[in-house]
């Protein structure tokens, strides 16, 4: 079945599949962390009993996700000694330092206090507990920092010299760290994890009121999860425009191929919709805003937008999808805010709670942060090609010198395990979600000193 294609694109076929199933579950834990941290301080301070059904609830799923999380970044990490072994060899002195502080800090972090949050609520004092749930919420963020940092800097390398065989070495750890597009990219991931999480929280509020509008958590749920999108998502459209520019800067081409652009030309226009050809260098019916592009890019309607004609043919990524991928984050982006919008005039009328069809268009919008943060790596990765490392080292003289033979034998054991596995959790996850967040019970451990039997139930039902 896969005779017409080599070794390196089935490579870069299961890498693409594992980071696709990866990436949603660390974007779906920073976001659902945070929020647990918030919903138990929110509880400490008002003690507002909604506050803590609505933690025993999350926190359930969110230890599923986890674990997924952890499962399917182990599998990536492997491959870039298995299918990625000369980018392993010639990057290692920069990317692998960078990967093991992110497991000496963040997953030993995580780690460290996760069984606390987990089984800990009744074991330890309530300070103790919220302080370990804020550090699960600084760990999960701060993973981010270090793989972003090294995805970063494989789009903007700086603080590195080349050694006598031909490997990246750091001259400075400070540039490689914070390099040039570093900042913007983690920002602008961090905000999508939130607003993702924020999008399915309200989802699942919205689908339990719409069964029964008087749920109080699910109304909890929902108040908060609309209060996120009506202030991240134009958060968020600003940052992008602040990523975009730096790309623009830094990676011209990846923007050339985000906006459809062959040819160099002032007062470029911003194609919303078309078919890129590349063979005539051209957009075959195109629907564009003449001189937008040159606004958003330029910030000047006159200035001069670089095109895919400053570059080689070979330099060129696959336009089609990257220009596609790029529509399909905005577009979720523009319904993020629409949403945050329509909550916000909603709550203004006090009706909220009330309006069946906002309440229909939150489910629908409940997995479209997946979809949007998908297509945001799809743009980053593929917008590179052909290199693994901007400028430097091309994908094609990265790849492991093994036989397509071996490399199609583990994607379709990966395929296979990743849709068991996955697929499993997954529905666990959809499960507990249907489940109604008012019938959760609470152990009143604040009365009665917990008995080892109430110890027990609690810790089966985390």
Do not use: C
């Not at 600084?138 to 494989?154: D, E, K, P, Q, R």
């Not at 607003?195 to 109304?219: C, E, P, Q, W, Y």
């Not at 050809?277 to 001189?291: F, H, M, Q």
């Not at 996955?422 to 917990?450: C, N, Q, S, W």
């Amino acid at each position: 079945m896969f005779e017409s294609f080599d070794a390196l694109f089935l490579a870069r076929f299961q890498f693409a599949f594992t980071v696709a199933f990866h990436i949603i579950f660390p974007a779906f834990t920073i976001g659902v962390a945070s929020y647990l941290a918030v919903l138990e301080g929110l509880y400490l301070k008002t003690r507002n009993p909604v506050y803590q059904k609505l933690f025993r609830y999350w926190v359930k799923i969110f230890a599923v996700a986890f674990g997924m999380g952890v499962v399917s970044g182990i599998v990536m990490s492997y491959q870039f000694g298995t299918n990625w072994s000369v980018f392993s060899d010639k990057a290692g002195p920069v990317i692998g330092p960078l990967m093991g502080y992110e497991v000496l800090t963040a997953f030993f972090l995580e780690a460290g206090f996760l069984g606390v949050m987990l089984f800990g609520m009744n074991k330890v004092g309530e300070k103790l507990h919220f302080f370990a749930t804020l550090m699960v919420a600084f760990g999960t963020a701060l993973s981010a920092f270090w793989i972003l940092s090294v995805n970063s800097w494989m789009q903007t390398p700086a603080g590195y010299a080349m050694n006598d065989v031909g490997q990246f070495i750091v001259t400075d750890w400070f540039d490689v760290v914070f390099n040039p597009s570093f900042p913007y990219r983690l920002a602008h991931m961090l905000l999508a994890a939130y607003l993702t999480v924020a999008f399915v929280v309200g989802a699942v509020g919205a689908l339990h009121l719409l069964k029964d509008k008087t749920n109080a958590a699910a109304r909890k749920m929902f108040s908060m999860a609309m209060w996120m999108a009506l202030i991240v998502a134009p958060l968020q459209v600003l940052v992008g425009d602040f990523h975009g520019l730096n790309t623009q800067e830094h990676q011209p081409a990846k923007v050339a191929a985000m906006e459809g652009h062959f040819h160099t030309e002032a007062e470029a226009p911003l194609y919303l919709f078309g078919l890129p050809n590349e063979e005539t260098a051209t957009v075959d019916y195109a629907l564009k805003v003449p001189g937008l592009a040159s606004i958003i890019l330029k910030h000047d309607i006159n200035a001069e937008v670089t095109g895919l004609d400053q570059f080689p043919r070979e330099e060129w990524p696959p336009v089609a999808t990257v220009f596609w991928a790029f529509r399909i984050m905005v577009g979720i982006g523009v319904l993020m805010v629409l949403a945050g919008l329509w909550s916000g005039l909603q709550r203004l009328r006090g009706k909220l709670y009330d309006n069946s069809l906002l309440l229909r268009f939150s489910v629908f919008m409940g997995p479209m942060g997946f979809v949007a943060v998908i297509a945001g790596w799809i743009v980053t990765e593929v917008g590179r090609q052909p290199w693994v490392i901007q400028g430097l080292l091309r994908t094609a003289d990265a790849a492991s010198p093994i036989d397509k033979a071996g490399v199609a034998g583990s994607l379709i054991a990966f395929i296979v395990v990743y849709f068991l596995v996955f697929g499993a959790g997954t529905f666990y996850i959809l499960r507990k979600m249907a489940g109604d967040p008012e019938k959760v019970t609470i152990p009143d451990y604040a009365k009665h000193k917990p008995t080892m039997a109430a110890e027990r139930i609690y810790d089966e039902e985390a």
